[in-house]
């Protein structure tokens, strides 16, 4: 899993770094309405949380033992991951591509389980890549720098999701070694729509909000983020590129149902969360 959360973000920052390097511009700030297209191009680090439950699928270890599913609450602070935004953006409208990924390794609890009080250890990674487009429908300016303004965009696309959940279980019974493994994973695109807005502060800081809602049981049952963040603008512009430092919060949420058995279904019941770092330049 570990290997395929490294391909996905590799391969999209490849591209993104490749078309951003070819990319050249006007000020995508200060010419919101320029007729010639506007590229930015961000990474940001993810100091995420995960808290939820998760109902996996899988057999104790043995020959002739009935496949059966086991429920457990996790919850674990300090993961590391990242996140990548490309954005090209033609009068009101935007395209953009982003991904994002983290990873957890983390003791869950299971109650009362094979008549004993079980924990197991529960391994769950993310990764995430979205695509879409965002149409501005209000652009109220302040004054002629266009980032003291204000303005609300609608958006819509779609949504790759790989969410992998592994649960392992060692614990004595009755003097006999209880050995489980099981597994809920998801792999799937959601659709998604929402919107976001800006709100020019002062001259070169600007405070952004993006929200969006997805799933609708086309892929995941139900997923949902928030993203708060203040944007400022750097005093220095390397070949003359205007760079933002960013600073938030994200939170992402999902909810997502699998095969039942035994009665049972498997689940992942899942959020993210956590403050975001991250520089973004324009070309």
């Not at 929200?211 to 949902?224: L, P, S």
């Not at 095969?259 to 019941?269: A, F």
Request: hydrophobic share 40%; glycine share 14%.
């Amino acid at each position: 899993m570990r290997a395929r959360l490294a391909k996905v973000l590799g391969a999209l920052g490849s591209v993104a770094m490749l078309v951003g390097a070819i990319s050249s511009s006007a000020d995508a700030e200060t010419h919101p309405e320029a007729d010639a297209w506007q590229f930015e191009l961000a990474p940001h680090l993810w100091i995420a949380e995960i808290d939820g439950s998760v109902t996996v699928r899988g057999r104790v270890r043995g020959e002739g033992q009935p496949e059966q599913t086991l429920s457990a609450a996790v919850s674990e602070g300090g993961l590391v991951g990242g996140s990548g935004r490309f954005e090209a953006r033609k009068r009101r409208l935007t395209l953009f591509l982003d991904a994002m990924g983290t990873e957890a390794d983390t003791v869950g609890d299971l109650g009362e389980i094979f008549g004993e009080t079980t924990s197991g250890e529960v391994y769950s990674d993310l990764a995430l890549v979205e695509f879409g487009a965002a149409y501005r429908i209000v652009d109220w300016r302040f004054a002629e720098r266009a980032l003291r303004s204000f303005w609300i965009e609608g958006l819509a696309g779609g949504r790759y999701v790989h969410l992998g959940n592994d649960l392992q279980v060692d614990t004595p019974v009755r003097g006999n070694s209880i050995h489980f493994e099981g597994k809920a994973d998801a792999d799937v695109v959601d659709p998604f729509i929402g919107a976001r807005w800006s709100l020019g502060l002062l001259d070169d800081l600007a405070l952004l909000f993006s929200g969006d809602v997805g799933g609708f049981g086309a892929g995941t049952r139900r997923t949902w983020q928030l993203v708060s963040m203040l944007r400022y603008r750097l005093p220095w512009e390397p070949c003359s590129r205007p760079i933002w430092a960013s600073a938030g919060y994200h939170v992402i949420d999902f909810e997502e149902r699998g095969h039942e058995v035994g009665g049972r279904e498997t689940k992942i019941d899942l959020q993210f969360r956590g403050p975001i770092l991250g520089l973004a330049m324009q070309f």
